[in-house]
């Protein structure tokens, strides 16, 4: 990139660099239209990841992604798509008309400007290494950007003379040798200020000059510790106030007259661990400060003393938060992020009381595995983030309504058995089952987890409280998620001897397949269990490393799987209940010639489809009456596979029923993308396409469709990444061409 300005990218449509409102994008093709009605993803684990603005928008880092939350709608309404690495910091210009900046560990700022429903993106180039903290600030139509990354002694400026113009680097600043911990700008359109955070726990002012130069200025001294949250404000008096929050448990105020030597007005002692943030309210009135010691603490000066006083203390006590990154104003809401990426939101009512509030939910790492319960009433998601989450449809969308495990480990797969009772697998060799009363859709308020241990522990009767019966009228808060609607443990499998990989339930309930971590045929067993006793019933053979996926057909005779030794199996049930192998891909002339990532059914069981690392995507189909041929036996393509070049076929999923006469299917693939197809005999044709911005931009992991449930006419597709992201779609056809 020129060193001389930014690399402009303006909106041509394009929704791999930007995209749309979520609730108003529609992807069309003659036939059908996708619309997104759900997004779920928590923020990155960064204390300046997330921001609120005057029109109740939370804008937040995910994985490489900016996303941005309606409060009022209570959903994500765009996914703005621009880095390639862990997006760090997100901060709304104030004074701008919309606008945000972003920086990320790729070494990029980006300044996101509303256009057309979308928002443009305008690379500002860093040069440097990872971009940890950035801020914005515009007054008067000319915008000043500022950034600091993992680099000593060095802010980088960059400057807009107005709204439609260019940005423009101006001289870097020089802060001595010290890492800037923290950044803000502020001040008066003749006086912008920046305030700098350095190692040494002071805070440094820089001045702007007549010929746009900035200059250092005075020196902040007071802190013990590094300072890591800074703000400007203006008071009632027009006097410019600055507040830092440090490690040091202190916030302090600090007024700066123009022309004059800064003065401390207060030191605010409230807080037990490091300060992480602080943000004025509307006209200085209230500062909100957010720690690690779980706690935020509103302060609000006293009118008979003029001292500063604690007016609220909201969040936790107890519970498995590991206290707050960041926190923010927005109207009558605090906004706050925790360590682990979750957002808790606080409503004020007309009588001046703070209640938890519903709020944005999801996955902080990568989403593993997913499955829809039986009824098609919701979702289960698993995740690199250690847990697993349901989601569900409420009169108001969807959120997440339950968290019914926190695991020590990272998840790898998820199976539903039955209503209310689900199986997980992780980086541990035990399969572990968990069981829900019947009726409650956040599951009992009857486990808790051991101070020393990994297994959810059902609570005494008389302190488990009454579960909810039928669908909630609105979504858990985070408080009620953590503390609430963790899942009684029923059962541990144990004789894999290694990490499990892969689960599938048989529709009808009564198996349990699962899979380990493999690297020598001895290991690529798979155990299936016997759901009424829970004993292994049999080891099914046949594969020489993982597998990956495995999935029953739906009428629960046959078990697919697939695998890393680059082949598929399928095993049969015979009428002693007992699975043998019938078919396996292979020979002198294979189709697929990478790691088969994915596998799925059609609704009928007369076909299934397998996805690899070398981009094809092959379906496959029994021939009656052909004479078995090893090792496929009686099972052949279904016409010349669909090729994706350059790309991983990581997921499949086919729907539920018939479209237009034929097979259709969704694939996922490495990139983030997503396509569907229609099948008719030998015959292909893609009727649509979801770029990054309407899909992940990351690896797909799992695709399924609702298996119940939505209007006439349309399906419901749910897919999660390794972006984190979980998505449900609408998929509406053209002329009701959806049979049974």
Same mark, same amino acid.
């Not at 045929?521 to 993982?546: C, K, M, N, V």
């Not at 790691?595 to 009656?624: M, N, P, Q, Y």
């Given at each position: 990139m020129s060193s001389k300005g930014a690399k402009v990218i303006p909106f041509q449509g394009n929704l791999s660099c930007c995209c749309q409102l979520e609730a108003n994008f529609s992807a069309n093709s003659p036939k059908m239209e996708a619309k997104s009605v759900y997004v779920s993803s928590n923020c990155n684990q960064t204390p300046t990841g997330a921001d609120c603005n005057e029109n109740h928008l939370l804008a937040y880092g995910s994985c490489h992604a900016v996303l941005i939350y309606d409060l009022n709608a209570a959903r994500v309404v765009q996914t703005l798509i621009g880095h390639t690495k862990r997006v760090n910091s997100v901060r709304w210009i104030r004074g701008s008309d919309g606008e945000l900046v972003s920086g990320a560990s790729d070494g990029s700022v980006v300044v996101w400007k509303p256009q057309g429903g979308a928002h443009a993106r305008f690379i500002l180039p860093a040069g440097g290494p990872t971009v940890n903290i950035v801020d914005g600030w515009s007054c008067n139509g000319r915008t000043i950007i500022a950034g600091a990354a993992m680099e000593p002694g060095v802010v980088r400026i960059w400057t807009r003379d107005a709204p439609g113009g260019e940005f423009r680097p101006s001289e870097t600043c020089r802060i001595g040798r010290s890492l800037c911990m923290g950044l803000r700008l502020g001040g008066s359109a003749t006086s912008p200020l920046l305030a700098c955070a350095l190692e040494d726990s002071k805070i440094l002012l820089l001045t702007e000059t007549d010929r746009q130069v900035w200059i250092k200025g005075s020196v902040l001294s007071g802190h013990e510790d590094w300072v890591r949250g800074l703000d400007f404000a203006l008071n009632g008096q027009g006097e410019l106030l600055l507040a830092s929050s440090s490690q040091d448990s202190t916030v302090r105020i600090w007024k700066l007259p123009e022309g004059g030597e800064a003065q401390l007005e207060a030191v605010l002692a409230g807080h037990e661990g490091w300060v992480y943030s602080v943000h004025w309210g509307p006209q200085a009135a209230q500062l909100l400060s957010a720690s690690i010691d779980n706690s935020l603490i509103i302060w609000e000066p006293d009118e008979a003393s003029g001292l500063w006083l604690e007016s609220a203390r909201l969040g936790e006590v107890g519970g498995n938060v590991l206290g707050f990154y960041g926190g923010a104003f927005s109207g009558n809401r605090v906004v706050a992020h925790s360590y682990h990426g979750a957002f808790h939101i606080w409503a004020q009512d007309a009588g001046g009381r703070w209640a938890p509030a519903s709020k944005v939910g999801g996955h902080f790492d990568a989403i593993a595995d997913l499955a829809w319960d039986p009824r098609g009433a919701f979702?289960?998601?698993?995740?690199?983030?250690?847990?697993?989450?349901?989601?569900?449809?409420?009169?108001? &969308?969807?959120?997440?309504?339950?968290?019914?495990?926190?695991?020590?480990?990272?998840?790898?797969?998820?199976?539903?058995?039955?209503?209310?009772?689900?199986?997980?697998?992780?980086?541990?060799?035990?399969?572990?089952?968990?069981?829900?009363? %019947?009726?409650?859709?956040? &599951?009992?308020? &009857?486990?808790?987890?051991?101070?020393?241990?990994?297994?959810?522990?059902?609570?005494?009767?008389?302190?488990?409280?009454?579960?909810?019966?039928?669908?909630?009228? =609105? @979504?858990?808060? *985070?408080?009620?998620?953590?503390?609430? $609607?963790?899942?009684? *443990?029923?059962?541990?499998?144990?004789?894999?001897?290694?990490?499990?990989?892969?689960?599938?339930?048989? @529709?009808?309930?009564?198996?349990?397949?699962?899979?380990?971590?493999?690297?020598?045929?001895?290991?690529?067993?798979?155990?299936?269990?016997?759901?009424?006793?829970?004993?292994?019933?049999?080891?099914?053979?046949?594969?020489?490393? $993982?597998?990956?996926?495995?999935?029953?057909?739906?009428?629960?005779?046959?078990?697919?799987?697939?695998?890393?030794?680059?082949?598929?199996?399928?095993?049969?049930?015979?009428?002693?209940?007992?699975?043998?192998?019938?078919?396996?891909?292979?020979?002198?002339?294979?189709?697929?010639?990478?790691?088969?990532?994915?596998?799925?059914?059609?609704?009928?069981?007369?076909?299934?489809? $397998?996805?690899?690392?070398?981009?094809?995507?092959?379906?496959? =189909?029994?021939?009656?009456?052909?004479?078995?041929?090893?090792?496929?036996?009686?099972?052949?393509? =279904?016409?010349?596979?669909?090729?994706?070049?350059?790309?991983?076929?990581?997921?499949?999923?086919?729907?539920?029923?018939?479209? %237009?006469?034929?097979?259709?299917?969704?694939?996922?693939?490495?990139?983030?993308?997503?396509?569907?197809?229609?099948?008719?005999?030998?015959?292909?044709?893609?009727?649509?396409?979801?770029?990054?911005?309407?899909?992940?931009?990351?690896?797909v992991r799992r695709l399924a469709f609702r298996p119940q449930g939505g209007a006439p006419g349309e399906l419901q597709l749910c897919s999660g990444g390794a972006d984190s992201l979980l998505r449900i779609y609408r998929l509406i056809f053209a002329n009701s061409i959806i049979k049974d």
């Open positions: 979702v289960y998601t698993a995740g690199a983030d250690q847990t697993v989450r349901i989601h569900g449809p409420w009169e108001g &969308g969807w959120a997440e309504f339950g968290r019914p495990q926190v695991h020590g480990y990272d998840m790898n797969a998820v199976a539903v058995i039955g209503r209310f009772q689900y199986a997980s697998g992780a980086d541990e060799k035990i399969v572990r089952v968990f069981q829900a009363s %019947d009726g409650a859709l956040t &599951g009992p308020k &009857g486990a808790a987890v051991p101070s020393l241990g990994l297994s959810n522990k059902a609570l005494p009767v008389d302190r488990v409280a009454d579960a909810p019966s039928g669908e909630a009228p =609105a @979504p858990p808060t *985070e408080e009620t998620l953590i503390e609430n $609607t963790l899942w009684p *443990e029923t059962q541990k499998l144990y004789g894999h001897g290694n990490e499990i990989m892969a689960l599938a339930a048989a @529709p009808d309930g009564r198996l349990l397949a699962s899979a380990c971590k493999a690297s020598k045929p001895q290991q690529a067993g798979i155990f299936l269990w016997d759901t009424e006793s829970w004993q292994q019933i049999q080891e099914l053979t046949g594969h020489r490393l $993982t597998v990956v996926q495995m999935q029953f057909d739906p009428q629960s005779r046959r078990l697919l799987a697939v695998s890393r030794d680059r082949t598929w199996s399928l095993h049969l049930k015979g009428a002693d209940a007992r699975f043998t192998l019938e078919a396996c891909s292979g020979g002198p002339h294979p189709v697929h010639s990478r790691i088969v990532w994915s596998c799925a059914w059609t609704h009928d069981s007369l076909c299934f489809a $397998t996805g690899s690392r070398d981009g094809k995507l092959a379906l496959w =189909a029994e021939e009656a009456g052909k004479e078995p041929v090893e090792p496929v036996g009686r099972w052949g393509p =279904a016409g010349e596979p669909l090729h994706f070049p350059n790309q991983s076929v990581t997921a499949v999923a086919f729907a539920p029923r018939l479209v %237009d006469g034929g097979y259709f299917c969704a694939i996922g693939l490495e990139a983030g993308t997503i396509d569907f197809y229609a099948f008719k005999g030998l015959r292909s044709e893609r009727l649509l396409h979801l770029p990054q911005g309407a899909a992940h931009h990351l690896s």
